[in-house]
């Protein structure tokens, strides 16, 4: 189920692109980029439509994916 990033609480969107940028494996090249930077970038592809926020109702999750043109 895709949930509009809009329709989260500050606090939530906030809490969810936050444990997504600490995830292992979310590396953004060769220079280490500091977690507000990571952060931003997110949230910047969120407002642009580049990323969505996905819930699985089976496993109860919350994940954010590239939308495929």
Known sequence: MKIPWQSLSDSAL??????????????YGLQEVPLEAKASQVLDQLRSGEVEIVYDEKTQTTSLSIIEP
């Open 14 to 27: 906030s809490g969810l692109v936050q444990e997504f940028v600490t995830r292992e494996g979310t590396e």
